[in-house]
């Protein structure tokens, strides 16, 4: 699914969650968030999980989930969201309100769950937190402990993955706060186009891909990438990085938000795995953009292929 509400940016396209036997559900956007462990119950679809972040055992590190001080600012577990409600049918088996139609659970872990994006085909999914997350902005997704749904995505979307994104390029990402239209953190597995994928190997070629994340801000590595046709040029900052073992919403926060002074609910984040003809060259491209660069943008919809 995608999530726009901003006239100025791409055309909101709503997506809906499909149950299995029923076919029309929820509908889904580009959301982010967070917020305490939901209850246990008997699992639903995919692995064998409760829906809640578990109590970690002793020395294994904090729990993925933010905690209950958060609240506020992350999304409180008795939010009516629909995306919020989709989580909670696949972790819980809660019912959705009423007109609110179950989704499909493609896969449901203690930390993450992903479902079907609309238009629903094989290239265009959610992955989405167990815990109530409402979206880029919540501090607890920087910290040490945090979950990193990046990698979750790209261990599914990748070819092999338990839910592969079945297209040449693949593209992970996510909106800003305002470029949402629901309020639970999902990060978009999707396709990407051929020309983008050109378009960021000459770029690196050429030097303009920051290697290190303290190059992310720089002028030099601020590029213009095409979106769809007629929609012109829009600039992120283009880095390079080896794997996607470190957390990247941290790495936005210490090396653009905080010392350009940016907002973090404002930022929307991308990831194009580097490919070439003999398949994943090992290495991930990190796109960040937002409305303070000038033709900037604060929605992955326009480097993402959802149809």
């Known amino acids: 699914m995608n999530d726009r509400k901003n006239s100025g940016e791409l055309p909101r396209r709503q997506f809906l969650a499909f149950s299995g036997a029923v076919g029309a559900a929820t509908f889904l956007a580009g959301t982010g968030g967070i917020g305490n462990a ?6 639903v679809h995919g692995d064998s999980l ?3 972040c578990p109590t970690p055992p002793p020395g294994a590190g904090q729990s993925p989930c933010p905690p209950a001080q958060l609240q506020p600012v992350c999304g409180r577990p008795t939010d009516n969201d629909p995306l919020w409600n989709d989580v909670q049918y696949c972790t819980r088996g809660t019912l959705p309100p009423p007109p609110q139609n179950p989704p499909s659970c493609l896969r449901t872990t203690p930390n993450y769950v992903v479902l079907h994006g609309r238009p629903e085909n094989q290239h265009n999914y959610l992955l ?3 815990c109530r997350i409402t979206g880029i902005e919540c501090p607890s997704l920087t910290t040490s402990g945090a979950e990193n749904y990046w ?9 092999g993955g338990s839910v592969p994104v079945q297209y040449p390029n693949i593209g992970l990402g996510i909106n800003s706060q305002n470029a ?11 396709g990407v186009r051929a020309s983008t994928q050109r378009r960021l190997q000459d770029l690196e070629s050429m030097g303009r891909i920051a290697t290190q994340p303290a190059q ?7 590029v213009p990438i095409s979106g769809p046709q007629g ?9 390079r990085l080896p794997n996607l073992g470190q957390n990247l919403f941290a790495l936005l ?7 350009y002074g940016l907002n973090m609910a404002n930022q929307t984040l991308i990831v194009v795995p580097k490919m070439t003809a003999a398949g994943f060259a090992g290495t991930f491209y990190v796109l960040s953009s937002d409305n303070s660069l000038h033709d900037g943008t604060s929605t992955c919809d326009y480097l993402l292929e959802y149809s």
């Open 128 to 130: 989405s937190p167990s």
């Open 180 to 190: 949402r239209r629901f309020n639970q953190l999902h990060l978009h597995m999707a």
């Open 253 to 259: 926060s210490r090396y653009l938000v905080v010392p």
């Open 231 to 239: 929609t012109g040029d829009r600039t992120y900052r283009a880095l």
């Open 50 to 52: 409760s829906g809640r």
């Open 151 to 159: 990698n979750d995505a790209w261990e599914n979307a990748r070819s």
């Open 216 to 222: 992310w801000g720089a002028q030099a590595h601020q």
């Open 38 to 43: 939901v209850a246990a119950a008997a699992p």
